[in-house]
């Protein structure tokens, strides 16, 4: 069999020869690169999405025709804590100009984590075609590649929702019932090392805090930034699955991704889940939600105790 045969039949097959280029043909049904993307910004059957968590981003500039989705309004029910309702996000995304045979790529700032929790959302709800942009707005920008302050308005799409997808999402009595011992998922914990271990309660600088630090029982430590090179782009399939089988996920048991808030674990849901094609939820609940409950146990290795010096 020649290299051309290798190639029309996916790349995948010789991932343990050529790893760079297994990487793009893992990834191409849900991965796009900037180069890609560059080469298509006035295909019609294309829409960009940014979902950048910094104020202004968008607006200082943004990747030309892209339309901007505020996660906190957007993507989430503004009132109770939760996604968006099927209602409201088929009323963004058909005026985003989102039809149901359109190509999404989302992309975003701070390591592309609100566009992989956008793209957990449209995965809650059944959209196809959805893809990230591989670096974010980060490698993005720094290839010097064109913004763009004009804002792009679309004829009204014509998508049409189905009811979320329960088996994408994990519930806080799923987490008890793994922390109690009776449930068969795994837990990851993509936070840092300090506030896995209980040295931290959160980042230093966010808003949303818990008041007991440490871990639920029972999660490994893969830190988000395991998964991604130095540009910010998805390591290879091959590396990832090193990475992870050194904790012990290896796809055999389902998994329940976390973080703080649920947007640094998407990015982890979306390696797992949409790279490796293992059974992944995302606890978007996380710790800000468990670690704020009554009576449930914790692992603080640290022992640092709220309010204490």
């Excluded at 190639?7 to 796009?32: E, H, K, N």
């Excluded at 004829?155 to 793994?178: M, P, T």
């Excluded at 068969?184 to 896995?196: T, Y």
């Excluded at 808030?261 to 797992?272: D, K, P, V």
Aim: aromatic share 10%; with cysteine.
């Amino acid at each position: 069999m020649n290299f051309k045969t290798f190639i029309g039949a996916g790349l995948l097959a010789v991932s343990a020869l050529l790893p760079t280029s297994a990487a793009l043909a893992a990834a191409s049904d849900v991965l796009v690169s900037t180069e890609w993307l560059e080469n298509n910004l006035n295909n019609p059957s294309i829409r960009i999405v940014e979902v950048s968590v910094n104020p202004g981003q968008f607006e200082r500039g943004h990747i030309p025709g892209a339309v901007n989705f505020v996660w906190h309004t957007d993507l989430v029910d503004p009132v109770k804590r939760d996604i968006a309702s099927q209602e409201n996000f088929q009323a963004l995304l058909r005026g985003a100009g989102i039809s149901s045979d359109t190509t999404t790529i989302l992309y975003g700032d701070t390591n592309n984590w609100f566009a992989a929790w956008g793209a957990w959302i449209f995965d809650v709800y059944g959209v196809q075609n959805v893809k990230l942009l591989d670096g974010g707005r980060a490698k993005w920008e720094a290839e010097n590649r064109g913004l763009s302050n004009r804002a792009t308005t679309y004829s009204q799409g014509d998508i049409s929702l189905a009811g979320r997808n329960e088996d994408l999402r994990a519930r806080f009595v799923d987490v008890v019932a793994v922390a109690e011992g009776r449930g068969n998922a795994r837990l990851v914990d993509i936070r840092s090392p300090d506030e896995f271990n209980g040295r931290i309660f959160a980042p230093e600088g966010v808003q949303e805090l818990a008041v007991r630090a440490g871990h639920i029982p029972g999660a490994v430590n893969v830190p988000w930034g395991q998964a991604v090179a130095a540009d910010g782009t998805f390591k290879s399939a091959e590396e990832l699955r090193e990475v992870y089988a050194a904790v012990g996920i290896d796809g055999s048991e389902p998994i329940i991704t976390y973080c703080r808030i649920g947007e640094r674990s998407s990015h982890t849901w979306f390696a797992l889940s949409k790279i490796l094609g293992y059974d992944v939820r995302n606890y978007d609940g996380s710790w800000t939600e468990y670690g704020n409950a009554v009576g449930v146990p914790v692992v603080n290795v640290a022992g640092t105790v709220w309010g204490g010096k």
